[in-house]
């Protein structure tokens, strides 16, 4: 739930972008990221044959090792054995991750499939219960079934942006494909996997509607102002400077970077988000032309029955509308010289019990950060912030957020 960001200005600039057309997509180009980064480490091994410098034994010239060389040559097949039963190992390993992978994407899209089933045993059950009342009792709330009614259209509307969604996903990725086309049987589930979507569905109020703009004012404007106070455009060809934005969400806050000249990137790991930033980056155009209601899952604190079913549109501008050749783009993976951040410190897998999750203090945070030689420019406490709240909620959480920015000295 935080909003950061981190800059480099030594790494190798990206290829330059395709001029964008009037209506191409801005994050066109989504990736999925190596989960444990060494894939590129292997591709550079030399070659079985090769020598440190990569040159095939037979076209080197003969010399007093090749002797020694050959009396060790005994002892090759065994060592051929090692290497063939690592690189085995190795294979097997990635296609078990591979195997993961597959299993988890999957998972997700069912969950995005399985949102009305949930949510219309949700409404059903309340409406039995309002039902098992005595009939006086009943008639006192005439407009009680009505209201569930309308929830119930609301359901099947959310559901089916939702399936838009997913219809996209199997060709989300230039680098992978899945082959889950978003239409197999329709399994329950998880509890943990629903709060997410349901969490997911208010992404689109903080990073995409009118609504959120308060919040995203108080989140990501402080993080906008000191990229552009570091790297002012009088000192600076924006294009040269590299921004990264972790824990990207619904991606705005890159977007928002991005449309200022940056070349900016957002990284995000919840297949939530990826499946939900895709679509409105890559199939939204038009303002406000899509609509959701994120607030029909509060059944509590709702000071009349309309707030629960009130809508909300997006996107409230045009994710089209980057200058041309903007470099922007969108990738997937589990950051550089300066970071900045406004969060709190919220741990999302804190009560799970098969998740890793270390919870430390801000305390400890900023210890580790100042050990690895960052030396902190920018420290506000307590910075106001909420995080997609509905503001029409009779319960809000407001959290009490750090903005720092620190640098690492070149």
């Known amino acids: 739930m935080s909003a950061a960001c981190a800059v480099s200005r030594k790494a190798q600039p990206p290829p330059p972008p395709r001029p964008l057309g009037e209506r191409d997509p801005p994050a066109k180009a989504m990736r999925r990221g190596l989960r444990w980064g060494h894939q590129e480490e292997q591709e550079q091994l030399p070659w079985a044959g090769e020598g440190a410098g990569g040159e095939p034994e037979a076209e080197r010239a003969a010399s007093p090792s090749d002797e020694r060389r050959r009396r060790r040559q005994p002892q090759e097949p065994r060592a051929l054995a090692a290497a063939a039963a690592a690189a085995t190992a190795t294979a097997a390993g990635a296609e078990e991750e591979e195997r993961l992978e597959r299993e988890h994407f999957r998972r997700i899209i069912n969950a995005f499939r399985y949102y009305g089933t949930n949510m219309h045993e949700r409404v059903n059950r309340t409406e039995r219960q309002f039902k098992s009342l005595p009939a006086n009792q009943q008639s006192l709330l005439p407009q009680f079934l009505p209201h569930l009614d309308d929830i119930r259209k609301c359901i099947d509307h959310n559901q089916e942006i939702l399936q838009t969604i997913v219809n996209d996903c199997v060709h989300m990725f230039e680098n992978k494909e899945y082959g889950e086309d978003g239409r197999g049987n329709i399994t329950p589930a998880s509890t943990f996997d629903m709060d997410k979507l349901k969490s997911t569905l ?14 995203r004012d108080s989140c990501y404007q402080p993080i906008i102002n000191e990229i552009i106070k570091n790297f002012p455009k009088e000192r600076w060809d924006f294009s040269k400077v590299n921004i990264l934005v972790p824990g990207a969400g619904l991606g705005r806050l890159a977007w928002e970077i991005a449309k200022l000249g940056y070349a900016c990137q957002g990284n995000e790991w919840s297949l939530f988000m990826l499946f939900s930033s895709n679509f409105v980056l890559n199939r939204c155009s038009e303002i406000n032309s899509c609509k ?7 059944f509590s604190n709702n000071r009349r029955c309309a707030d629960q079913i009130r809508p909300i549109y997006f996107p409230d501008v045009d994710p089209h509308s980057l200058p041309s050749g903007s470099n922007f783009s969108m990738t997937a993976g589990d950051f550089q010289e300066i970071y900045s951040e406004c969060s709190p410190l919220l741990y999302h897998f804190e009560n799970l019990g098969n998740e890793l999750s270390i919870e430390l203090s ?6 580790v950060i100042l050990q690895y030689g960052f030396h902190i420019e920018v420290e506000k406490e307590s910075v106001l912030s909420t995080y997609t709240v509905n503001e029409l909620s009779m319960m809000k959480y407001y959290y009490e957020c750090v903005l720092f920015v620190v640098r690492k000295p070149e």
């Open 292 to 298: 959701l209601y994120p607030w029909i899952h509060q």
């Open 362 to 367: 801000y305390e400890d945070i900023k210890s």
């Open 202 to 215: 208010k992404q689109f109020v903080r990073d995409w509607s009118e609504e959120g703009k308060p919040e």
